[in-house]
T-cell receptor
C-alpha cells in the first residue's frame, strides 16, 4: 500500500514553455502533498505544501507564480513550471501524506526529471 | 527550528561488513525521525521511522536505528552489507502529529565493495 506515482518520469522542453507534472496517490487519499526539488548530488529541498482544496503554502524563496500547484482532489496534485528556463532543470519529487498513516509518514513518488533546453 | 546533520557524505564498506550511517538532529521539540533510501533516478523509500515509541526501530531489509536522546542521534545500522544496499541514504526530522514538513540531511552515499 501507500503508492505514489508521478507523470511524466522524464520531460525535456524548450525554454519559455510550461510543463505540468502530476502526482497521484494510488491507494489512499492524500490530504496533504508536498513538492520537492533535488539538484544533482544534493538533498531534497521542500518547495511547497498543498492541502486538498486549499492554496499551496510555498517555502521562502520559491516563486509561487512560476511554480503553480493545484491539489484539486484527494488523490491528485499537479505542479506546473511556467515559462521554464534552463536553471529550472532539476529532479522534482512529490510526496503524499494522510492522517490514517498515523504519524504523518510521507510516501514519495518516483520523481520527474525536467530538462529545459 | 530543526536540523539534521549526516556525518560523512560517502561511506564505503565491504560486502558482509557492518553498515553504520550517522545522523544527528537538532530539534526544540520531541522529534519524529526517519531514514529514507534513494536509488539512482528514483524517489525515496522509507526504511524506518521513530515516533516516540521504542527507541530501537527495526526497518526493512534488516536495517535498524536507535534513537538516543542524550546524544541527539539516530544512527542507521545493518549487520551485513549487501551489494544491493548501495544507494543514497537520507535522514530526516519532523515534528507534530499532523502532516508536517520534513527537514532532510544532506545524504550519505553508501558504496558496497566485493
Amino acid at each position: 500500500g501507500a503508492v505514489v506515482s508521478q507523470h511524466p518520469s522524464r520531460v525535456i522542453c524548450k525554454s519559455g514553455t510550461s510543463v505540468k507534472i502530476e502526482c497521484r496517490s494510488l491507494d489512499f487519499q492524500a490530504t496533504t502533498m508536498f513538492w520537492y526539488r533535488q539538484f544533482p548530488k544534493q538533498s531534497l529541498m521542500l518547495m511547497a505544501t498543498s492541502n486538498e482544496g486549499s492554496k499551496a503554502t510555498y517555502e521562502q524563496g520559491v516563486e509561487k507564480d512560476k511554480f503553480l500547484i493545484n491539489h484539486a482532489s484527494l488523490t491528485l496534485s499537479t505542479l506546473t513550471v511556467t515559462s521554464a528556463h534552463p536553471e529550472d532543470s532539476s529532479f522534482y519529487i512529490c510526496s503524499a501524506s494522510t492522517p490514517i498513516s498515523g504519524t504523518d509518514t510521507q510516501y514519495f513518488g518516483p520523481g520527474t526529471r525536467l530538462t529545459v533546453l | 527550528a530543526q536540523s539534521v546533520t549526516q556525518l560523512g557524505s560517502h561511506v564505503s564498506v565491504s560486502e558482509g561488513a557492518l553498515v553504520l550511517l550517522r545522523c544527528n538532529y537538532s530539534s526544540s521539540v520531541p522529534p519524529y525521525l526517519f531514514w529514507y533510501v534513494q536509488y539512482p533516478n528514483q524517489g525515496l523509500q522509507l526504511l524506518l521511522k521513530y515516533t516516540s515509541a521504542a527507541t530501537l526501530v527495526k526497518g526493512i531489509n534488516d536495517f535498524e536505528a536507535e534513537f538516543k536522546k542524550s546524544e541527539t542521534s539516530f544512527h542507521l545500522t545493518k549487520p551485513s552489507a549487501h551489494m544491493s544496499d548501495a544507494a543514497e541514504y537520507f535522514c530526516a526530522v519532523s515534528y507534530t502529529g499532523t502532516a508536517s514538513k520534513l527537514t532532510f540531511g544532506t545524504g550519505t552515499r553508501l558504496q558496497v565493495t566485493l
